[in-house]
């Protein structure tokens, strides 16, 4: 018999995770042939897929992209996570001609001065990094949550990344942040102290900051672009992300 295709498990997959609960549907997914990658920011939700990782010691590489760019904050939340549930957390970094190259053509912070200056930079810290970090992967699983943003609405349990031909799950799609901070308290999970300061969603220092009351989640991420679906490239193609255009 034929095995199905990555597309194709991706719509089969789509619908069998829907009536689990988290431990299940990663359960689920690790079961099937083929290596799984969980990819951390450390964010809240991301906190809560490595408990749920690491309480049920299932075989899911659990990876970081340390871009030499993040918060104190979370780069020490990286060994605390680590000891709070026995696990190692893969750190891949930028590579440091990549950096120079980027610097010298831009400025270490150029990101604030075009759309095109902070892709590269996303490109260079980020996109560079994950895609050593999934080499070999058939299932990427992230934290996204259609409740975070527009961009994020329709957000699948499962879904064909065409560009990297791998799976990606998405198994906190349909979870509240009230059902996050639940599990965050019952399993005594760690986070960032910065989520207390107005952070929801937390990535690179220079280019995130606190939101104010009534913002969307992830309003204070590249916050002076223009652009109500900036993202990173980390989730949408990256010709799509390139496409954005500069704010006027
Ligand atoms: S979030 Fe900012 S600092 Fe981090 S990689 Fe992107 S542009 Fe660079």
Partial sequence: MNLPSNAELASILNITLENADLTERLRIVAAHEGRA?????????????TAAIGLARLPIDV???ETGRLFKETVDLIAETEERFGIAIQRFTPRQDDVDAYTAKFGLNGFYESVEARHACCHVRKLVPLAEAL???RFWVTGLRRGQSGNRATTPFAEYDA???LIKINPLADWSIE???AYVD???VPTNPLHARGYPSIGCEPCTRAIKPGEPERAGRWWWENDEKRECGLHVPEATASAIPTPA
């Fill in 37 to 49: 990658v969980f990819t951390t920011s450390l964010g809240i939700e991301d906190q809560v897929i």
């Fill in 186 to 188: 019952a399993e005594s």
């Fill in 179 to 181: 059902a996050i901070n």
């Fill in 135 to 137: 080499v070999d992967a």
């Fill in 163 to 165: 560009e990297r031909d």
């Fill in 63 to 65: 990876s970081t992209l």
